[in-house]
């Protein structure tokens, strides 16, 4: 069984241009989550899809950010316009019951320059 | 709300050494406590996790934990260590029920040397 996949692995953008990580959460997890850590403090949650709804997008720092997923299966994270800040590596998961466990994607590296 | 903290940023051992990783947490509702592991270069992988029931829990490689509720702590134990284990260590809480989002610490680093 796969495990969850996110694309690119690196990303190195300029200030002002526009990125979009793909994360494939394993096949039949409704869940889909997306994380952040910048700069090496605590990884922070952004949203949680559950199929393609939003169930949970407190954790979104600002309207440059817009998560999608389209169908309920893979999502997409586009950030219009990058900023420095936004510098870090971004963590897709995807679970499937209740019981808290997540799998998570080996994150994709994105630097704003 | 709720908050991790991981006392210890880094932590370098020797190999075949004991080491304690401490993971303090805040909530004022159950939750479930988790530890993640990040080899280099890897995603996160689920070491260990307490949802309920015994306070000990034993995890993969080795590593375990145990839930004090008086002390909100989650303390992540291994009498052994190898230089395999050298890795960034995440503590995390989760409101228990339901699909909830991950509230991680800080991360420990875990250095073991030869």
């Known amino acids: 069984e796969a495990g969850v996949t996110q694309f690119p692995s690196h990303s190195v953008i300029e200030k002002g241009q526009t990125v979009t990580l793909r994360c494939d959460p394993i096949s039949g997890h409704d869940n889909l989550y997306w994380y952040r850590r910048v700069m090496g403090k605590e990884i922070k949650f952004l949203l949680h899809?559950?199929?393609?709804?939003?169930?949970?997008e407190s954790g979104m720092p600002n309207n440059r950010f817009l998560a999608e997923r389209t169908g309920g299966t893979y999502s997409t994270l586009k950030v219009q316009p990058a900023e420095l800040e936004d510098s870090g590596v971004y963590f897709c998961?995807?679970?499937?019951?209740?019981?808290?466990?997540?799998?998570f994607g080996p994150g994709t590296r994105l630097t704003v320059t | 709300a709720q908050s991790v903290t991981q006392l210890d940023s880094q932590v370098p051992v020797f190999e075949e050494a004991p080491v304690e990783l401490r993971c303090n947490y805040s909530?004022?509702?159950?939750?479930?406590l988790f530890w993640y592991v990040q080899y280099p270069n890897q995603g996160l992988q689920l070491l260990l996790k307490?949802?309920?029931?015994?306070?000990l829990v034993k995890g993969i490689n080795g590593f375990e934990a145990e839930f004090n509720k008086s002390q909100t702590s989650f303390h992540l134990r291994k009498p052994s260590v190898h230089i395999s284990d050298t890795a960034e260590y995440f503590c995390a809480v989760q409101v228990s029920g339901g699909y909830n989002k991950l509230i991680f610490g800080a991360g420990t680093r875990l250095a073991v040397h030869p």
């Open positions: 899809f559950v199929k393609e709804s939003k169930q949970d």
């Open positions: 998961a995807s679970s499937q019951d209740t019981s808290g466990r997540e799998y």
């Open positions: 909530s004022s509702v159950s939750v479930y």
């Open positions: 307490y949802l309920s029931g015994s306070t």
